[in-house]
């Protein structure tokens, strides 16, 4: 008997609000979707974000006016080690299932977000990687076959044609009938936790590099990571205003203009957490909004905020900031709409909280503090 090692199974909370972000992400993000074919440019374009450590912050930072990108300096994948998996591993997943992976020489790691398969070319077993999900865009995998279609729904027919020896995902993809498939066809298939946060980033790490076989690399994944994000919060407690009131209030916006869907992110969405992180004041919490929940004129009213961040598909849904605001018009009338003060981020970065975080948080950083150093 090969002793396994255990995860925690993630609370009922999380596992609801992991499955609500991975239903509404998966309903907004359809064929029609910009960013579910291609890199999105945002509001402007956008270009690459200095270290904040590095800029001149503004003195208030509110004293801003414009649409802002955060784009992250260097999206290249820098591998952690060559590591080679000792196998097998028998795991425990987040579904509480026991998995046995005997073979890492074929890998599917897929998710929405494109987190998972960034995370094992992070831990240096990219080249086992035969095929990808359409979140998956940085430049070493892009040659990958995509084993989505209309968007992000798994094809049972794509995946069994790339005979893969071991299948990493969670519950934001589906049809669910088609991971059960691959399981009946004996594809080993460990479903890792699906919440993205600050707080897991970690324990999602050491998921994937467990059930691969490379847990020294997880190790150094996980440190090395950390440390890149102590960093970049070292620099924003530099520049994020000591006094909360002084702070931006902030709201999250996730929009799919062609579907219609309009959605403000709260608790538990992930968002939370960035917005913490980046030193502004989570005004969801003040209207006790949790989850994700559609958008109304009153709790817009009711937030009055002076940032809002949103993915660079749903600005472009839109046609940016002058046609958001006329769908929304409430959020005209706010110090946000008001100043046009809006920072987007590619859709599969802003929220994908694996190995590229410090980056993420430091483009947004920039953005928000110092969006003079990439205007």
Not at 31 to 55: F, N, Q, Y
Not at 141 to 148: C, E, H, M, Q, R
Not at 154 to 165: C, F, G
Not at 360 to 371: E, K
Request: aromatic content about 4%; overall charge negative; hydrophobic content about 45%.
């Amino acid at each position: 008997m090969i002793p396994h090692p255990v995860r925690p199974v993630p609370t009922p909370r999380r596992l609801l609000a992991a499955a609500s972000a991975a239903a509404l992400l998966l309903a907004g993000c359809g064929l029609s979707s910009p960013a579910a074919t291609e890199r999105s440019g945002g509001a402007d374009g956008g270009t690459a974000a200095p270290r904040l450590a590095d800029v001149t912050p503004l003195a208030d930072p509110r004293d801003w006016t414009g649409a802002t990108s955060a784009v992250v300096a260097d999206e290249t994948v820098d591998p952690v080690a060559e590591p080679a998996p000792e196998l097998p591993v028998t795991v425990t997943d987040a579904q509480g299932t026991s998995v046995t992976v005997e073979d890492a020489s074929r890998v599917l790691a897929l998710d929405v977000h494109g987190t998972l398969a960034r995370t094992v070319f992070e831990l240096g077993l990219g080249d086992r990687v035969v095929g990808r999900d359409i979140s998956t865009q940085f430049d070493e995998a892009a040659d990958l076959p995509l084993v989505t279609q209309n968007g992000h729904d798994l094809a049972a027919e794509a995946i069994l044609e790339l005979d893969p020896t071991v299948i990493l995902t969670d519950t934001s993809l589906g049809p669910w009938n088609v991971v059960l498939q691959m399981r009946d066809a004996g594809i080993p298939v460990v479903v890792v936790d699906g919440h993205r946060g600050l707080d897991n980033v970690a324990e999602l790490t050491t998921q994937v590099a467990t059930a691969l076989g490379v847990p020294d690399a997880g190790k150094a994944l996980v440190e090395r990571t950390a440390a890149e994000v102590a960093e970049v919060r070292g620099a924003l407690a530099d520049v994020v205003p000591a006094e909360e009131t002084d702070r931006l209030r902030t709201l999250f916006l996730y929009v799919r203009g062609q579907s219609g869907v309009y959605y403000l992110f709260g608790e538990d969405s992930g968002a939370d957490g960035l917005i913490d992180a980046l030193g502004l004041y989570d005004v969801a919490e003040e209207i006790g909004w949790d989850g994700m929940k559609p958008v109304t004129d009153e709790a817009i009213v009711a937030a009055q905020p002076d940032l809002v961040l949103m993915m660079s598909g749903g600005l472009d849904s839109v046609d940016g900031v002058a046609g958001l605001l006329e769908r929304l018009p409430a959020l005209a009338n706010t110090p946000a709409g008001e100043h046009e003060r809006f920072v987007d981020m590619e859709d599969s970065q802003i929220l994908g909280f694996g190995p590229q975080t410090a980056e993420v948080l430091n483009a947004l950083a920039v953005a928000v503090y110092a969006p003079g150093s990439v205007s």
